[in-house]
C-alpha cells in the first residue's frame, strides 16, 4: 500500500491520529521536502513516529517517483508531504502514476494554507483564483500574475499570493556542466513579492491609468500560519515593502471587496508604525 | 482559554494529534453541527475523547456565543468544527467575539473540503471563486451563483460548487408561530445541484445564446470526501442528474479548462454506464 500523508503546516503534532497510526506500521517513509517547508527538522519527526525517514527531493520524487513506488505492492511506504497531499501537482502526478502500476493507495488530508489563510478573517468563498509570484533574475522578470491580481479584484474576489520556495534548485552552471551543484535555499518574503508587485506597478502605469490597484493598497502579509508564532499585517502595499514578518514561509493577499466581518476582522493585524 | 479545533472531514481519527491533546485537557467541549456534517456520532467522539460533549446548534453558536465565551476566561473550553475552523463565517464571528472580550483563543487547523477536492485531479489553483447552490423552493429559485460559473469558466478555472445543507432549519411556520420548530436534516445531492443547474441553462437559453456551458459539459461529482467510501464521478452535467452517489454530503465541480495531467487523472472517474 501507498500512503500519502500531509503534515499540516507547522509541526510534528499537526499529523492527524489516523496519519500517525499509518506512519507507524509503514516500512518504509519518506519525507518530501522541496515543495513548501515544515517548522520541525527530521530529527524531531524522526523521534516522534520512532522510525528511519529518507528525505525526498526533487529528483527523488519527480524523477524516481517509481523507486518510491516500487516497493509499494508488498509493503506499506509512506511519503510524508506537507500541507495537503493535493497542494503541489507533483503529488497527484505520483498518485497517476501508483493507479497506473495497480498499486493500492490511500490519502490523509490535512489543511494547507489554501484553507487555513482563512486565519486572516478573510471568508474563503471570497477568493479568486490563487497565483504564485516567482523570484526576479536580472534577466527573468515574469509578471502576467498581475493580470489575475487585476481580475480577482475587479469581481470583488481576494488574491492568495503563494510566494516562491527555492530548494534543491540546481544553479544554472551546474545543469550546463552536467554535474549537479545546488543553491542555497531560498523563501520570498512578503517584502519582495512587494517589491515586485510595485515594480510592476510602475512599469503599467507608465503606459496605463485607472488601476484597481496601486502602492496605497491594503494587504495581508502573513507568516508560519498555523504554529504558535504566526504574524499577520494589514498594512498598504508600500508598506508591506518594510514589515518585519520573520522567518518564512510567507504568503501575501490583494483583497479584493472587504465586507463589514472581514475588514472588522483585519482591523486587529493593522500595521501600528 | 478558547479553542476552535478543527476535527477534518470524515471520522474521529481525522483530528491532529495537536487537537487531541488539546480536547483532553479541556473542561467543556462544545461540537459545532449546523454547518457540515461528520461521518460519526457524537458517542463515538465521546468514546475517542473520554469526555462530555455538547451539541452546538444554529441558535447556541449564532445566538448564545457569549455562553460558550464566557467560561474561557478561567477555563478550558473548546469548540469543536467539521473541517477547518475558517469554512464558516460563523466560527470567524466567534472569534473576533473572544478577541473583543480578551479571552485568548487557539486555532487548530484542518482539511476542508477547499483543500481536499483537490483528490479528484484538478489543481487548486485552477479554482476560482467558490459558490455555493441553494435548495429552491416553489417560490424562491435564486440563480445569481450561475453567472460565477459562467464567469470562472470563460477564464477557464474550475468552480467548486458546495451543496445547500438544512440542519435545525427552523420552519416557516414556526417563525411565524415564534414557537421554534425545526425541519428534518436536508442535504442537496449532486442530481439536484445538477437539475437546478439545468433549470437554469433552460431559462436562459430561451434568451440568450452561446453560453460557454450546455447540458453536455463534463462535470465533477464527489461525495464523502476524506472517508474510506468516497465516491468520484466524471460526467456530463445532463448525466448527474441521474448518478447515485449515494450519502451526503456531496459537492459539484463544474471544470474550466483542463490540462493534459488533470484530463488523464479524472479520466479514471469516468461514468462507465
Known amino acids: 500500500m501507498f500512503y500519502i500523508i500531509g503534515l499540516g503546516l507547522s509541526d510534528v503534532k499537526d499529523i492527524t491520529v489516523k496519519g500517525l497510526e499509518i506512519v507507524k506500521k509503514c516500512d518504509q517513509i519518506f519525507l518530501e521536502n522541496y515543495t513548501s517547508i515544515l517548522h520541525v527538522n527530521k530529527e524531531e519527526l524522526k523521534m516522534m513516529f520512532n522510525k528511519k525517514i529518507t528525505l525526498a527531493d526533487r529528483d527523488l520524487v519527480e524523477q524516481n517517483a517509481d523507486e518510491i513506488l516500487c516497493n509499494a505492492k508488498e509493503k506499506e511506504i509512506a511519503l510524508l508531504v506537507i500541507g495537503d497531499p493535493f497542494g503541489a501537482t507533483t503529488h497527484t502526478d505520483i498518485i ?128 508560519r500560519i498555523g504554529s504558535s508564532d504566526q504574524k499577520i499585517i494589514f498594512c498598504s502595499l508600500k508598506e508591506m515593502e518594510k514589515v518585519d514578518l520573520g522567518k518564512p514561509l510567507h504568503s501575501l493577499i490583494i483583497p479584493g471587496k472587504l465586507q463589514i466581518l472581514e475588514e472588522q476582522y483585519l482591523h486587529q493585524f493593522a500595521n501600528s508604525n
Chains 1, 2 share one sequence.
Open 96 to 223: 497517476l502514476r501508483a493507479k497506473e502500476k495497480n498499486i493500492p493507495y490511500q490519502i490523509i488530508h490535512n489543511a494547507s494554507i489554501i484553507n487555513a489563510v482563512g486565519c486572516c478573517g478573510l471568508q474563503l468563498y471570497s477568493f479568486g483564483e490563487i497565483i504564485s509570484i516567482p523570484f526576479w533574475t536580472s534577466t527573468w522578470k515574469p509578471d502576467s500574475f498581475f493580470e489575475k491580481i487585476l481580475s480577482n479584484r475587479l469581481r470583488g474576489l481576494h488574491t492568495l499570493c503563494l510566494l516562491d520556495i527555492k530548494v534543491k534548485e540546481p544553479t544554472l552552471e551546474s545543469i550546463m556542466k552536467k554535474k549537479k551543484e545546488y543553491m542555497p535555499p531560498m523563501f520570498m518574503t512578503v517584502n519582495t513579492a512587494a517589491t515586485q508587485l510595485l515594480q510592476i506597478l510602475n512599469n503599467f502605469s507608465n503606459g496605463e491609468q485607472g488601476h484597481c490597484l496601486d502602492e496605497e493598497t491594503k494587504c495581508v502579509g502573513l507568516a
